[in-house]
């Protein structure tokens, strides 16, 4: 059975780092492009990052690039999301998304998905 699961969430201050992980079974993530999206209260879902299954080549949104850090294991079969300097507007629920690609930027292009993981920023 293929299934993701996040873990890593939590309340953290602002300027804070929480490290996120995506942990595989019933499948090897090695040819999977993986993906970390969130969800604030009451917005759309928006893509966070992304990293290939090929080269490792990463992909940020512009909100997170230079503070959120993607990297994947195989060894291990996970994906690891390092957030720094967070802010309150990071304060959502953060997936992580599997697909048989190289790489895939859309939400749309993800076959699997975890239940998610809570990520709250605040004084």
């Known amino acids: 059975q293929v299934q993701l699961v996040e873990s890593g969430g939590g309340l953290v201050q602002p300027g804070g780092s929480l490290r996120l992980s995506c942990a595989a079974s019933?499948?090897?993530?090695?040819?999977?492009?993986i993906g970390w999206f969130r969800q604030a209260p009451g917005k759309e879902r928006e893509g966070v990052s992304c990293?290939?299954?090929?080269?490792?080549?990463?992909y940020y949104a512009d909100s997170v690039k230079g503070r959120f850090t993607i990297s994947r294991d195989n060894a291990k079969n996970t994906v690891t999301l390092q957030m720094n300097s967070l802010k309150p507007e990071d304060t959502a629920v953060y997936y992580c998304?599997?697909?048989?690609?190289?790489?895939?930027?859309?939400?749309?292009?993800?076959?699997?998905w975890g239940q998610g993981t809570h990520v709250t920023v605040s004084s």
């Open positions: 019933g499948f090897t993530l090695d040819y999977y492009a």
């Open positions: 990293i290939s299954s090929s080269d490792g080549s990463t």
């Open positions: 998304a599997a697909v048989l690609r190289v790489v895939a930027t859309t939400a749309d292009d993800y076959d699997y």
